[in-house]
């Protein structure tokens, strides 16, 4: 039987990490529309065409084209024992256009995992990251510091919240453009807004696993291989 699954979770729960886990443990892909959607910039087909004007005119994508999306990835050959959708589905139409086409597979979503973690701790794991480019290696100011010097920086008229910068050895470290204070805060608000509706549907159905974010990387993982299992 295929294995469908759900991986919720505000930035910094780890979402990434464990659906790579989960890639490798079960053979099955993840499917992200925010990957689809940059991967439609180098396709040239009408529907590929349609999704760039969509995009390059401001417009947000609605949910036929969404979804259209997805079923045409679902059939790639890649994706017939399974996948792990991450960032999808984002509405309750999205979720019950998930659910009929499944069924037509004769499929279902076995699990919703739910990775749970506080806003505050969310914030400080994604505001609080830098890497080295050079050997990919992350350190956060909240957890890990290690050896690197790190300073707040404000804005010369205080209009933004203040930035972070960090260096080791001299050597300055990179960080996410979207790590600044107000992005990060507006990806968590957009979180909860978006994704109660969701666990409170799929909560109904009995689906949703709830994990304790907070906990090693290791024991989230062996908690997951259990449930899936």
């Given at each position: 039987?295929?294995?469908?699954?759900?991986?919720?979770?505000?930035?910094?729960?780890?979402?990434?990490?464990?659906?790579?886990?989960?890639?490798?443990e079960?053979?099955?892909?993840?499917?992200?529309?925010?990957?689809?959607?940059?991967?439609?910039?180098?396709?040239?087909?009408?529907?590929?065409?349609?999704?760039?004007?969509?995009?390059?005119?401001?417009?947000?994508?609605?949910?036929?084209?969404?979804?259209?999306?997805?079923?045409?990835?679902?059939?790639?050959?890649?994706?017939?024992?399974?996948?792990i959708?991450?960032?999808?589905?984002?509405?309750?139409?999205?979720?019950?256009?998930?659910?009929?086409?499944?069924?037509q597979?004769?499929?279902?979503?076995?699990?919703?995992?739910?990775?749970?973690?506080?806003?505050?701790?969310?914030?400080?794991?994604?505001?609080?990251?830098?890497?080295?480019?050079?050997?990919?290696?992350?350190?956060?100011?909240?957890?890990?510091?290690?050896?690197?010097?790190?300073?707040?920086?404000?804005?010369?008229?205080?209009?933004?919240?203040?930035?972070?910068?960090?260096?080791?050895?001299?050597?300055?470290?990179?960080?996410?453009?979207?790590?600044?204070?107000?992005?990060?805060?507006?990806?968590?608000?957009?979180?909860?807004?978006?994704?109660?509706?969701?666990?409170?549907?799929?909560?109904?159905?009995?689906?949703?696993?709830?994990?304790?974010?907070?906990?090693?990387?290791?024991?989230?993982?062996q908690?997951?291989?259990?449930?899936?299992?």
């Amino acid at each position: 039987m295929s294995l469908y699954v759900i991986i919720m979770g505000v930035q910094g729960a780890g979402k990434g990490t464990q659906a790579q886990f989960i890639q490798r443990e079960f053979g099955i892909p993840q499917i992200s529309t925010g990957d689809l959607f940059r991967a439609m910039k180098t396709r040239t087909d009408d529907f590929a065409v349609q999704i760039q004007n969509l995009m390059n005119s401001g417009a947000l994508i609605d949910n036929e084209t969404t979804e259209k999306m997805v079923a045409e990835r679902l059939l790639a050959d890649d994706a017939q024992k399974g996948v792990i959708f991450d960032g999808f589905p984002r509405t309750i139409h999205q979720a019950e256009w998930l659910d009929a086409h499944l069924a037509q597979k004769g499929s279902v979503i076995k699990r919703v995992l739910l990775l749970e973690l506080d806003s505050y701790t969310a914030f400080k794991r994604a505001y609080g990251r830098v890497t080295d480019a050079h050997t990919g290696v992350a350190y956060n100011i909240y957890s890990n510091a290690g050896d690197i010097q790190w300073q707040f920086v404000e804005h010369p008229e205080k209009a933004f919240p203040p930035r972070l910068e960090a260096s080791l050895n001299g050597q300055k470290l990179a960080r996410r453009a979207d790590d600044d204070a107000s992005y990060v805060i507006k990806r968590i608000d957009t979180f909860l807004e978006q994704t109660m509706p969701l666990i409170n549907y799929y909560s109904q159905k009995g689906l949703v696993q709830r994990i304790d974010a907070t906990l090693s990387i290791e024991t989230v993982s062996q908690q997951i291989k259990s449930l899936l299992g």
